[in-house]
């Protein structure tokens, strides 16, 4: 897993995560976090606008209250706050992947 140096200063920033976490917490992230087409509504929406502004970024997991935005090729660029009327949304996604992983 690389982290960018950007992406590194984002995480310390906007996370509060010391330097020895940074890439621990991207890996989490990348396997973990919900997916773009596990999204709908005005979250998808506001993943799609995402999407749209950070051009280099193909793969956008949200984890943890953070949007992480990766390459193709598993780098990770830089992390975004969520918005808060989205976090609810968010656990719900999250609850309902945990119910069918349990079935």
């Known amino acids: 897993m690389q982290v960018t140096h950007h992406a590194k200063d984002r995480i310390k920033e906007r996370c509060g995560l010391p ?3 940074i890439e621990r917490n ?6 973990n976090g919900v997916r773009h087409e ?3 509504g005005k979250l998808k929406k506001y993943v799609d606008w995402v999407f749209l502004s950070h051009q280099r970024g ?3 997991r949200l984890y ?3 949007v992480y ?3 193709s090729s598993e780098k990770l660029i ?9 976090k609810n949304t968010i656990n719900k996604i999250i609850r309902n992947r945990n119910e069918n992983a349990s079935e």
């Open 38 to 40: 596990e999204c709908t």
């Open 19 to 21: 330097k020895k976490a």
């Open 26 to 31: 991207a890996v989490h992230a990348l396997q």
């Open 58 to 60: 193909a793969n956008i």
């Open 78 to 86: 830089t992390v975004l706050p969520i918005p808060h009327i989205y």
């Open 69 to 71: 935005i990766f390459t």
């Open 64 to 66: 943890s209250n953070h």
